[in-house]
């Protein structure tokens, strides 16, 4: 258990890493402003994966609050 714990708090603090690297990015910045110009929406999901999975069990993803927030400061609906 202890294992699981450490793991996915490092995946959050490099989920969070991630998505501050794209939110400041420039490129990130003018694909957002080029979809505003001509009002498109496009969904759009960084998140780093682990392959692998505990024996017997189903391997999930789902967003999380922080995936959430970043998605709705970077003007993203969904």
């Known amino acids: 258990m202890e294992f ?7 995946l959050k ?8 690297l794209v939110a400041q990015s420039t490129e990130f910045g003018e694909l957002r402003k080029l979809l505003r ?3 498109v929406e496009l969904a759009i999901y960084v998140v780093p994966l682990v392959g692998g999975k ?7 993803f789902e967003l999380t609050d922080s ?10 609906r969904f």
């Open 67 to 76: 995936d959430k927030y970043f998605l709705r400061q970077a003007g993203i």
């Open 4 to 10: 699981e714990k450490r793991l996915a708090r490092h």
């Open 37 to 39: 110009e001509d009002r």
């Open 54 to 60: 505990p024996a017997g069990e189903e391997l999930r």
């Open 13 to 20: 603090r490099l989920n969070r890493a991630i998505q501050k």
